[in-house]
């Protein structure tokens, strides 16, 4: 089988309000098909994708089951809710400030200089945020492709 890699969306799409889940179940399909671009293996379950979980209080393992099985994204975060409980819109404002914002001026801003460093973007002044590094990153210059 020939596969091509590819990258899932943009983790500031939004689904219901609640940005990154819509990225994190596209990598756990796009693995599962052999078709995610390889250097995303290493995180899958991990940093943002662990935290989202944490957020949504289900283990990675059970939605990674879950989104296998089949199921559309709106019907996955609906099990998640009725799973770890709703998200209501203080917890949804945070989380997506956080996945806006991570990376500049926080725990995460010498990573973000050193991959900016090794993918050639040192000079790119505008990449503030881990969210806009990985829009760059795999080919969306504007975030929310």
Same mark, same amino acid.
């Given at each position: 089988? +020939?596969?091509? @890699?590819?990258?899932?969306?943009?983790?500031?799409?939004?689904?219901?309000?609640?940005?990154?889940?819509?990225?994190?179940?596209?990598? +756990?399909?796009? !693995?599962?098909?052999? =078709?995610?671009?390889?250097?995303?293996?290493?995180?899958?379950?991990?940093?943002?994708?662990?935290?989202?979980?944490?957020?949504?209080?289900? @283990?990675?393992?059970?939605?990674?089951?879950?989104?296998?099985?089949?199921?559309?994204?709106?019907?996955?975060?609906?099990?998640?809710?009725?799973?770890?409980?709703?998200?209501?819109?203080?917890?949804?404002?945070?989380?997506?400030?956080?996945? !806006?914002?991570?990376?500049?001026?926080?725990?995460?801003? @010498?990573?973000?200089?050193?991959?900016? @460093?090794?993918?050639?973007?040192?000079?790119?002044?505008?990449?503030?945020?881990?969210? !806009?590094?990985?829009?760059?990153?795999?080919?969306?210059? =504007?975030?929310?492709?």
């Amino acid at each position: 089988m +020939i596969t091509t @890699a590819q990258v899932p969306c943009s983790p500031t799409v939004e689904l219901n309000g609640f940005a990154y889940f819509r990225r994190m179940v596209e990598k +756990i399909r796009l !693995h599962s098909q052999g =078709n995610l671009r390889s250097d995303l293996h290493d995180n899958l379950g991990k940093g943002m994708d662990g935290w989202c979980c944490d957020i949504l209080r289900v @283990a990675y393992d059970d939605l990674k089951a879950k989104t296998l099985a089949g199921g559309s994204d709106e019907e996955l975060l609906r099990w998640c809710e009725e799973t770890g409980g709703t998200l209501n819109d203080s917890l949804k404002l945070v989380w997506n400030t956080f996945i !806006h914002n991570f990376g500049r001026n926080d725990r995460a801003s @010498a990573i973000l200089v050193r991959r900016k @460093a090794e993918s050639g973007f040192s000079d790119r002044d505008d990449i503030q945020t881990m969210a !806009h590094y990985i829009d760059v990153d795999e080919g969306r210059d =504007n975030a929310g492709q």
